[in-house]
């Protein structure tokens, strides 16, 4: 009995221990887990920190550019279009009447007269119909010569005189009608000139509209443009203009205008304009391209600045601009500056050479990017290097010349500009 107490009271013991034990396990194991979470949040969260705190003290370096000062020039204004040569006279010759070709009477190339033989189309039907009227005509002529004799004597009507008239005239109608025929069926030059390309050959069905040559009159020869309407008070009848072709590029051709179309084309806004060629020292021929500059009496105050200054898209366009406010010694490259930059639009004007003229958007004085513009962006670093050799580099293949591209030659602050400026 006492046994059985004993035991009773060991496992109570036993069962107490045990309720202890399990209970701090449990409240250790969350604890180092709850420390483990915390050293991992922790740690993020401080490479976190550390990675904002790196890139906020972070910058790119600057991209090395060259620049040229802005200066105004003067330009007697030019008005450029594009146009082609057109021959005095110019015809494709074609058939008035279908027929057979029987003779082709010139060779391709060839120059001929006015009124010259081109191509002989059969007239076999036509002679034979031809001989039916003549006869047709005589006898109408013989009962007409009867009718007067008769009425004469009062043997016949005037009314049937008239009726033999009108039968006569008829038949005289018939005969010019079938030699006119004749006359279509011998197809001639009709003016003088040289011939093209033949497009036709011997025996040959043609039909009206059929292209048999073409013929062209090459003595007094005119060039047609077409210039947009802001520039019409600026041309005028007889007043010059040079032009050029791809076929002669060391000629410069000169005409006049000659005609000024009276009307302003509504969809492209475009005037037409003829000149006539004053002086070709070589041949032109019809359809060739041209490129004609017409020069006025009006001045045009521009900023000049290299082509390659300006970049292109389909919001306009736009040059980069050293802003002076935001100029500072480069701690890195002795003697240089860095500056900041802006984005300015600029309405671009004509083009002189490798220049392009400046019509709005820029001051006199500013310094404009004139390489690595492909980098940069509204507000970006760039440094200064108008170095010789960097400028050669930057402007000889633009898309080379990186950040890390410097001239190893000490370049102070009042260096010359690039070529093309005239110095601040």
């Not at 979470?37 to 993020?44: D, E, I, P, R, T």
């Not at 190339?109 to 189309?121: A, D, M, R, S, T």
């Amino acid at each position: 009995m006492s046994r059985l107490v004993s035991e009773e009271v060991s496992k109570n013991a036993f069962g107490k221990v045990t309720g202890k034990m399990s209970k701090a396990f449990v409240i250790a194991t969350f604890s180092l887990i709850a420390i483990i979470l915390l050293l991992v949040f922790g740690f993020y969260f401080f490479k976190q920190y550390m990675i904002k705190t790196k890139l906020a003290d972070f910058s790119f370096p600057p991209v090395a550019v060259t620049s040229v000062s802005t200066h105004k020039e003067d330009w007697l204004e030019e008005i450029k279009a594009v146009g082609h040569v057109t021959a005095n006279q110019e015809v494709n010759i074609t058939p008035q009447l279908s027929g057979q070709i029987k003779r082709i009477a010139f060779s391709s190339g060839e120059y001929v007269e006015k009124g010259q033989l081109i191509v002989q189309l059969d007239t076999s039907l036509l002679k034979a119909n031809l001989k039916t009227s003549l006869a047709n005509l005589m006898l109408a002529e013989l009962e007409y010569q009867r009718q007067l004799k008769l009425l004469k004597t009062h043997s016949t009507s005037q009314d049937a005189v008239d009726s033999s008239f009108a039968k006569l005239s008829t038949s005289q109608a018939d005969v010019e009608y079938i030699q006119t025929q004749m006359d279509f069926m011998a197809i001639k030059a009709p003016f003088s000139g040289r011939l093209g390309i033949r497009n036709v050959n011997l025996g040959d069905y043609v039909q009206p509209g059929t292209s048999i040559v073409e013929l062209q009159n090459q003595d007094n020869q005119f060039i047609d443009f077409s210039i947009p309407e802001a520039y019409l008070s600026k041309v005028a009848l007889k007043q010059q203009v040079h032009f050029s072709t791809d076929t002669y590029p060391d000629e410069d051709f000169i005409a006049s205008i000659t005609a000024i179309d009276p009307m302003v084309d509504s969809v492209s806004h475009n005037l037409d304009i003829r000149a006539q060629v004053l002086d070709s020292r070589v041949p032109l021929i019809s359809g060739m391209y041209v490129e004609a500059n017409i020069q006025s009496n009006h001045m045009a105050h521009v900023i000049p600045l290299p082509s390659i200054a300006v970049t292109y898209s389909l919001y306009g366009d736009a040059v980069y601009v050293l802003k002076p406010e935001t100029k500072f010694a480069s701690k890195e490259h002795e003697g240089m500056f860095e500056y900041q930059v802006e984005r300015r639009a600029v309405q671009v004007g004509r083009k002189r050479g490798g220049n392009l003229g400046i019509l709005k958007g820029l001051k006199v004085g500013e310094q404009v990017v004139t390489s690595n513009q492909q980098q940069l962006k509204p507000g970006s670093k760039v440094l200064l290097n108008n170095s010789k050799a960097f400028a050669v580099a930057a402007n000889s293949d633009k898309t080379s010349v990186g950040q890390a591209q410097f001239s190893p030659k000490r370049v102070s602050s009042n260096s010359a500009e690039v070529n093309h400026s005239q110095g601040e």
